[in-house]
């Protein structure tokens, strides 16, 4: 298997920059997809979820784009503020089984 | 007040000491579930129960036990922690009955075995 460095995926950002955070997965047959933000020292924490039969869900300054022809998930932020900066991850499931996480991009974001 | 709680916060222990996580929630959720989680390796899923009477392994079940002792309590157990068990742990819940997760997490307990 992929061996896994000690170091995540970071983008850095200017305060009031979008942001775009991507995740790759492999199941073809996953159909529920969720991002989730983790702050330093807290548990993830619920963003925005989408089910296969969408390519787009918008929430509050989130965005979440499926393509399931190549299998790509990205959340998208809008005007990225301080209080984004965070561990992102993204989640999957297939067919109301347990979630398989992904391994989590840190968002920094600059004044 | 949160809605899952985790203790202890953080825990030092001694290889080959036996030590339990614990976890209660106040949600009301049948499910609960037990994360492992590592610097760039994301969250793991050593065990999971859909209720009381139900227990099943998750990835990483290897040198780890659990008890639901209550819907609202779920035990995490190393019975004799190794060096490469120090990481991070979550407790989270669910509320969705046959239908997709939506995950709710507690604040975590950080575990260092010497």
């Known amino acids: 298997g992929e061996s896994v460095g000690l170091h995540l995926p970071t983008l850095s950002v200017q305060e009031g920059d979008n942001s775009i955070i991507n995740c790759a997965y492999s199941n073809s047959a996953s159909d529920y997809f969720i991002w989730y933000k983790q702050e330093s020292g807290k548990g993830p924490q619920f963003i925005i979820d989408?089910?296969?039969?969408?390519d787009k869900r918008q929430g509050q300054r989130v965005t979440v784009l499926l393509n399931k022809t190549v299998k790509h998930l990205s959340l998208q932020i809008a005007a990225t503020q301080p209080g984004d900066s965070a561990v992102y991850f993204c989640?999957?499931?297939?067919?109301?089984?347990?979630?398989?996480f992904g391994k989590g991009t840190m968002l920094l974001v600059s004044p | 007040d949160a809605d899952v709680t985790q203790t202890p916060r953080n825990r030092i222990t001694k290889t080959g000491k036996r030590i339990m996580l614990e976890c209660s929630q106040t949600?009301?959720?049948?499910?609960m579930y037990w994360y492992r989680q590592d610097p760039g390796l994301g969250l793991r899923l050593i065990y999971y129960s859909f209720d009381v009477k139900d227990i099943n392994k998750g990835e990483i079940s290897d040198g780890y036990s659990v008890s639901r002792q209550a819907q609202a309590k779920f035990s995490l157990s190393l019975e004799s922690a190794i060096p490469n068990q120090t990481a991070l742990y979550f407790c989270?819940?669910?509320?969705?009955?046959?239908?997709?997760?939506?995950?709710?997490f507690g604040s975590g307990t950080q575990l260092s075995v010497l």
């Open positions: 989640a999957e499931t297939a067919g109301y089984s347990t979630l398989t």
């Open positions: 989408i089910r296969s039969n969408m």
């Open positions: 949600k009301g959720h049948d499910r």
């Open positions: 989270a819940t669910s509320g969705n009955r046959g239908g997709y997760e939506k995950l709710f």
